[in-house]
């Protein structure tokens, strides 16, 4: 874990000596991005006055002063920060007003991701995101470097951390399945929000002609807000969205405008959510969510959710499965209904209940309206749990859910008869426990060469 | 005047193959406590605000609800204090709980994170604390109120050795 330590690299005073032994700097464009933007909204929010009478000399001396501040700030900043390799870690030094040793060990690093924000991109440079366990979101960035470099950096952290040796060229990728930048036009488009905002608007439209009154601005608001920034805001995020599969695991890359990637170890993988809404089924499209762990979300835990794929036919969704879970095709798993009796709590969507579970994973079904599958790899499983309320109670029915950290994945047999709970519960616990002490340990890559006498959930 | 449990809720909520450990007697005291304290606030400010607003007559109302509420509510925390119970097994550790709604929940002790204990003013003066388990995830909720503060403190270096010794982090 990285901790801001008392050793003050002396990077002042050995500018003249080698330059690679206390590390090499970034990029020289460093300050100009980073600072780039701030700047822009300081000198907007200074001179917003100004649009109406320019005064042409006080523009001038803002404007001057911003840059200089800022600039100068930035210039110095980025003469005092380094990055090193040592032999087990990264090590990144600023300086020199704020001083910040960072240690990045390798052993502890999950995946290392290098991304393109938009300003980035235009100068052909990159920025380098690692996710270290335990660590927190801000620790793991360095920016930026040439996209060269930064692959270059990132093949150098991950061959360590999977248990190579260092000078392991990069591991290629192979795309896996592309989609279809105008899909993800027509899915969003078709998603609930959009839909409701688009016939909010509608009824504003009908309602305003046939009280005889003008339209107005207000008619706007929910297009603007409901439609258009969805759409855009899906388009930049999820466009031109791949999913490839390396040795380091599955990889999305994603955005049209910044471009992000995302790597999905598969040791790390919690639970998978395929999730299909009303309206999608008219064109038989899925989106599968994955609950990640130690990707240095905010929360307590370091788990967050990735989407694997935003939207994507069967075919796709088996593609993207079977990438991730290997042989086993959690789909195709035989599963139990819940009992007729269910309907008294849940009159329609009890017949869309049930779960089952094979030697790997646990698998639940739920859904009337917005069909909803949850996969949980065993080896996974954190805590099983059984409730009963009292109207369950009255039908003799009771609840098992298998509890993994927040997120889409949320896998609970609901509703079942007590004695069919009560094994599930007990196999459930035993599953877990045989699956656990066998799962892959940090070094997912050289347990792989290991032979094994089970397909492992990978 | 509690319903006899059926037979096949015991095998879930209570299975028999583990031996079960209930809490303290003082857990119910506590919330009694609380409670009465609770019922005299709230009849208090009731009859203030009819005294000043209503006929005198109407001081009288709050009582009947505040009678039956209280007694409800003691006899509720009896039971519920009685339904409490929790099992070490070799590998997890067994809570069970609830009379309306049942819970059980079983955790690996290789997939604890950390284990808290707590105690607050009034658990301390009758002499109990409670233990709390924390997984990856909040969903766990593995808490076991009602233990006497020296065996809060065993089960939690039990559970912590436990736990490093079968940890398996996520």
């Known amino acids: 874990m990285s901790e801001p330590t008392d050793d003050t690299a002396p990077t002042g005073s050995t500018a003249d000596a080698e330059p690679n032994a206390d590390g090499e700097r970034l990029h020289p464009l460093t300050p100009f991005l980073r600072g780039g933007a701030f700047a822009i909204v300081i000198l907007a929010g200074i001179l917003r006055d100004q649009i109406s009478h320019p005064n042409y000399g006080f523009i001038a001396a803002v404007a001057g002063a911003v840059v200089l501040v800022g600039g100068g700030y930035g210039l110095v900043t980025w003469l005092f920060t380094r990055y090193r390799l040592t032999e087990d870690s990264l090590r990144i030094n600023t300086g020199p007003i704020v001083r910040r040793n960072r240690v990045l060990r390798y052993d502890r690093m999950q995946a290392v991701d290098v991304n393109q924000p938009l300003l980035a991109r235009i100068f052909g440079l990159a920025e380098l995101r690692m996710d270290v366990a335990g660590g927190e979101k801000s620790e793991g960035r360095l920016g930026y470097l040439t996209l060269a470099d930064a692959r270059a950096l990132r093949a150098r952290l991950l061959a360590p951390a999977a248990g190579l040796h260092a000078d392991t060229p990069t591991a290629p990728e192979q795309i896996v399945l592309t989609v279809p930048t105008g899909r993800v036009f027509g899915a969003t488009l078709l998603s609930s929000p959009v839909v409701g905002s688009f016939l909010a608007t509608v009824a504003v439209v009908v309602v305003t002609i046939v009280l005889g009154q003008p339209l107005g601005l207000l008619v706007m608001v929910p297009w603007a807000l409901g439609v258009l920034t969805p759409i855009a805001r899906n388009m930049a995020r999820l466009g031109g969205f791949t999913v490839s599969s390396s040795p380091d695991g599955l990889r999305t890359r994603h955005g049209l405008a910044s471009v992000e990637h995302q790597t999905l170890p598969p040791g790390r993988i919690q639970g998978l959510a395929i999730s299909q809404s009303l309206l999608w089924r008219l064109f038989g499209w899925f989106r599968v969510e994955v609950d990640v762990a130690g990707m240095g979300s905010q929360s307590q835990g370091g788990v967050s959710s990735a989407v694997v794929l935003p939207v994507g036919d069967r075919a796709d969704v088996a593609t993207v499965v079977s990438r991730l879970f290997g042989s086993i095709d959690p789909l195709a798993i035989s599963r139990h209904r819940a009992p007729r009796k269910a309907r008294w709590l849940r009159p329609f969507g009890a017949a869309f209940l049930s779960w089952g579970s094979d030697d790997a994973v646990f698998v639940t079904t739920e859904g009337w309206i917005d069909r909803r599958v949850n996969v949980v790899p065993h080896a996974k499983t954190q805590s099983v749990r059984a409730t009963q309320g009292p109207l369950q109670r009255l039908l003799g029915l009771a609840s098992v859910a298998v509890d993994t950290p927040l997120g889409p994945v949320n896998a609970v047999a609901l509703h079942r008869e007590t004695a069919e709970a009560v094994s599930l519960l007990r196999d459930q616990v035993e599953r877990a426990h045989r699956l656990r002490i066998r799962s892959a340990g940090d070094q997912w890559m050289r347990s792989l060469d290991e032979p094994s006498d089970a397909p492992m959930p990978r | ?170």
Request: glycine share 8%.
């Open chain 2, 1 to 170: 005047m509690a319903k006899p449990l059926a037979r096949a809720d015991d095998d879930l909520f209570a299975p028999a193959d583990a031996t079960w450990t209930p809490v303290e007697p003082a857990l119910a005291k506590v919330r009694r406590v609380v409670l009465g304290i609770s019922v005299l606030v709230v009849a208090v400010l009731a009859c203030i605000v009819l005294w000043l607003t209503a006929p005198a007559w109407t001081l009288a109302l709050p009582i009947l609800p505040g009678v039956v509420g209280g007694a409800l509510g003691w006899l509720t925390i009896g039971r519920n204090q009685r339904s409490w119970r929790y099992a070490e097994r070799e590998s997890d550790l067994l809570v069970s709980h609830g009379v309306m709604f049942r819970s059980l929940v079983v955790v690996p002790y290789g997939r604890m994170q950390y284990v808290d204990i707590q105690s607050g003013p009034l658990q301390r003066a009758f002499g109990i604390a409670t233990v709390e388990l924390h997984t990856a995830t909040p969903q766990t909720d593995a808490r076991i109120p009602g233990l006497k503060p020296e065996d809060a403190a065993r089960l939690r270096e039990k559970l912590a050795s436990l736990g490093n010794a079968q940890a398996s982090g996520l």
